[in-house]
């Protein structure tokens, strides 16, 4: 007890003199005046009753109501914000904040701000991120549509956790907080609806402490349509996921295309094969070969993505990436790509002589189709390899 009594009172002294508060409560607000006072109003209540060291800020982006007035009026600071969008805006109100922690929460009156203090106390005892839970805290009547509470969010949520191990039941909660020192880690660039989406991913690749603590959830007090699109929103924030996963966007479906259609090919170039009454032959054999081609486009536009957004800082450092540019430089793509145009053009060169032996006349298409799509495959992603090499050595020259 005389170890918090005495770190409450350093707090409090640091408020009287002017020194950086501990918290710093920042509210995103659009046109928010019907219900920015009832927020002010509880958050000053939760500080006062938890004698906590800490500011109000709000991030106006451009209302036209009123509400920076009113914040300013109800004592809070006002981070006037031009750039429209719901990441502009909390990037705004963070860049003003002074705080060593920052809560963030919408200031439409649907989340209760009464439970900052369990934010803080998480905050406090290590957590890089602290996420709201609403499905355990309670959602009121209303206050979530049914697709939202049903499928959207448990969808996006379970993506979530499944591509990025990130621990929440609600990946999308307005109301969490940070300490600024994972914040500025963070390094977040997005400027709408998926900053969000890139905290908690980028948390969770960056190996950051996240908690959850219950939360509950109100109907929004506001008398205008929320800003939120449900179909728009939603699916900017599944194209973001899938876009931070190039391993399960691109990856792995190109490794299994490449693998079940060489395993495929393999199978069907001495000749026709019989499953019970149906016969496969060059048809499918032509499909194989699209499907190893395509897998082999997917694969390396997975390595792209992950290099691109390595270096626009979407994503943290991978030391496989860094592996990849020591070991597999330009020469050696080369190297590898000119064996396999070679082998293209041997057989090539044997598809000739296999028409000369017909005296450049009509031939069998059956065992001809199997030498050209064979050509096809080790010409085509020996180009492909040349091609990619040259780009990856145009990305690696940024890192250099």
Request: glycine share 10%; proline share 5%.
């Given at each position: 007890m005389s170890?918090?009594?005495?770190?409450?009172?350093?707090?409090?002294e640091k408020s009287i003199t002017g020194g950086e508060p501990e918290l710093s409560v920042v509210l995103p607000c659009l046109n928010e005046a019907r219900?920015?006072?009832?927020?002010?109003?509880?958050?000053?209540?939760?500080?006062?009753?938890?004698?906590?060291?800490?500011?109000?800020?709000?991030?106006?982006?451009?209302?036209?109501?009123?509400?920076?007035?009113?914040?300013?009026?109800?004592?809070?600071?006002?981070?006037?914000?031009?750039?429209?969008g719901y990441g502009n805006a909390l990037m705004g109100g963070i860049a003003a904040a002074r705080g060593q922690y920052v809560i963030m929460g919408d200031a439409d009156s649907s989340y209760d701000f009464g439970d900052i203090p369990k934010f803080?106390?998480?905050l406090r005892a290590g957590a890089d991120l602290v996420m709201?839970?609403?499905?355990?805290?309670?959602?009121?009547?209303?206050?979530?549509?049914?697709?939202?509470?049903?499928?959207g969010n448990p969808v996006l949520s379970f993506l979530g956790r499944l591509l990025f191990h990130a621990p929440c039941g609600d990946f999308h909660c307005g109301l969490r907080g940070f300490s600024m020192q994972a914040y500025r880690r963070m390094d977040l660039q997005t400027t709408g609806m998926e900053f969000a989406s890139e905290m908690v991913?980028?948390?969770?690749?960056?190996?950051?402490?996240?908690?959850?603590?219950?939360?509950?959830?109100?109907?929004?007090?506001?008398d205008r349509p929320p800003h939120l699109r449900s179909w728009r929103d939603g699916w900017r924030h599944l194209r973001f996921l899938m876009?931070?996963?190039?391993?399960?966007s691109f990856l792995y479906p190109g490794l299994a295309l490449m693998i079940g259609g060489t395993a495929l090919a393999l199978w069907l170039l001495p000749g026709p094969r019989s499953l019970g009454s149906i016969t496969v032959d060059i048809h499918t054999l032509l499909y194989a070969t699209m499907a190893i081609l395509i897998g082999f486009q997917m694969v390396t536009f997975s390595i792209f993505t992950k290099v691109f957004a390595i270096i626009e800082k979407l994503m943290p450092e991978?030391?496989?990436?860094?592996?990849?540019?020591?070991?597999?430089?330009?020469?050696?793509?080369?190297?590898?790509?000119?064996v396999l145009i070679a082998a293209g053009m041997g057989l090539t060169l044997y598809s000739l002589f296999l028409w000369d032996a017909h005296h450049f006349g009509p031939m069998d298409p059956e065992r001809l189709v199997r030498v050209v799509a064979s050509t096809l495959v080790l010409f085509t992603i020996g180009v492909e390899i040349c091609l990619s090499s040259f780009f990856l050595s145009i990305l690696g020259l940024r890192r250099k």
């Open positions: 170890s918090i009594a005495s770190d409450e009172q350093v707090r409090r219900t920015l006072p009832a927020c002010i109003a509880q958050i000053q209540r939760s500080i006062r009753d938890h004698r906590l060291d800490a500011e109000i800020i709000v991030a106006d982006n451009g209302s036209t109501d009123g509400s920076s007035e009113i914040a300013t009026s109800l004592g809070a600071r006002v981070a006037r914000v031009p750039d429209r803080l106390e998480q709201g839970n609403r499905f355990r805290g309670g959602i009121q009547r209303g206050a979530m549509p049914f697709l939202h509470r049903n499928l991913v980028k948390a969770s690749l960056f190996g950051m402490k996240i908690v959850e603590v219950p939360t509950t959830l109100s109907p929004a007090g506001r876009m931070y996963s190039p391993r399960w991978d030391p496989r990436m860094k592996w990849l540019f020591r070991h597999f430089r330009l020469e050696t793509g080369l190297a590898i790509g000119g």
